[in-house]
Each structure stands twice: as structure tokens, then as C-alpha cells.
């Protein structure tokens, strides 16, 4: 096993209760430094100030993160989708700018299936079927 590491780690509390992270798995609750944030949060470490940003996925609780310093703002966006129908959690994706303030140097985005072409159809269709 690897050298274990004794460092903060930020999630939602659904990706601590979740069991399928690194996290819940691989380390003892009571040496781990766990902490939960809340999409639409400010957290400021040493140099940089890190948004959380509510994304739409099919688990709960997904968010990017928009991570500022002094000459602009990266964006890492994690795996989303944009359901423009109401998701079954209630919450769409935000779409507010977090960069009113910086420029976007970088973004880093992920996707699943990227070739087929057309949308993927709503959860809530999905939800409604059953």
C-alpha cells in the first residue's frame, strides 16, 4: 500500500456517505480530516479561493469547482449534464457566472458518450416511467 497522506479533504457529504469514494474506503474516519461543503460555498486556502458550483449528474450532490488566484480563474467542471426540464433532485445546473471577477484561464471538462448526436433524455422521464 501507499505512503498514506495526512491532508484536508473537500467533498459533498453525499460523496463521504457514499462509500464508493477513496476516501470512505481507504481511510480511517477518525484520521481522516473530512470536510463538507455545500454547492454554492467560498472556501479560502492560501492563495486561492475555490467555489463550489452545483452541477445536474445522475447521482446527487455533484459539484464544479471554479478555483481563483491572483491572475484569473480555472474552471473544472468534473462529469455534468445540462437537463433543461426540471432533474428529479430539483436542481438544474447552475448557470451563473462564477468568473464575474476573473478571466477563465483554463477549462477542464469531462463527458461520457460525447459521439452519438442529439440530447439524453431527462431523468424526470426516466422517474416518470417507473
Known amino acids: 500500500m501507499g505512503k498514506q497522506l495526512n491532508v484536508p479533504v473537500y467533498g ?10 477513496g476516501v470512505s474506503k481507504n481511510t480511517r474516519a ?8 455545500k454547492p454554492g460555498e467560498k472556501l479560502e486556502l492560501g492563495p486561492f479561493s475555490i467555489e463550489f458550483i452545483h452541477v445536474t449528474h445522475s447521482i446527487v450532490q455533484c459539484v464544479a469547482l471554479a478555483i481563483h488566484d491572483s491572475v484569473g480563474a480555472i474552471i473544472h467542471t ?14 438544474s445546473t447552475s448557470t451563473s457566472s462564477p468568473l464575474e471577477r476573473d478571466a477563465c484561464l483554463l477549462l477542464m471538462s469531462d463527458s461520457t458518450k460525447p459521439g452519438p448526436a442529439g440530447y439524453t433524455e431527462s431523468e424526470s422521464a426516466l422517474w416518470a416511467a417507473h
Open 12 to 21: 459533498t457529504a453525499f460523496t463521504f456517505r457514499d462509500g464508493s469514494s
Open 30 to 37: 477518525d484520521e481522516a480530516r473530512m470536510n463538507i461543503v
Open 78 to 91: 468534473g462529469d455534468f449534464k445540462v437537463d433543461p426540464t426540471r432533474p428529479i433532485n430539483g436542481c
